[in-house]
């Protein structure tokens, strides 16, 4: 098992940074590959960003690519994920998850999730 708490949501200006962490405990996460997804009000799950184990493989949505970056400290058992050049439309409830198979984690689909932070970016 392993449990995942995100932090470091909050309100912010558009143009704005922040940065979401993702700490997990249970099993060392070296092993899983790990994302990070948002839903707005109305939308479905999304995926953001996603990492694999060894952290030498990202992928991003197209709206995200060059303002955000996902990185992790396996030593730390932390993910996280550095947001830049806020929008408004970046307003969401911000998710991260773990999985065995980054493909799995494509499609939005994980063994594992947080319970979500909100990140809110005022106009």
């Known amino acids: 098992q392993v449990q995942l708490v995100e932090s470091g949501g909050g309100l912010v200006q558009a143009g704005d940074s922040l940065r979401l962490s993702c700490a997990a405990s249970g099993r060392a996460v070296s092993s899983y590959a790990m994302g990070w997804f948002r839903q707005a009000p109305g939308k479905e799950r999304e995926s953001v960003a996603t990492?694999?184990?060894?952290?030498?493989?990202?992928h991003y949505e197209d709206s995200v690519k060059g303002r955000f970056t996902i990185s992790r400290d396996n030593a730390k058992n932390t993910v996280y994920l550095q947001m830049s050049s806020l929008k408004p439309e970046d307003t969401a409830v911000y998710y991260c998850a773990a999985d065995s198979l980054m493909l799995r984690l494509y499609s939005s689909v994980a063994d594992y999730w947080g319970q979500g932070a909100q990140v809110t970016v005022s106009s």
């Open positions: 990492i694999s184990g060894g952290g030498g493989i990202t």
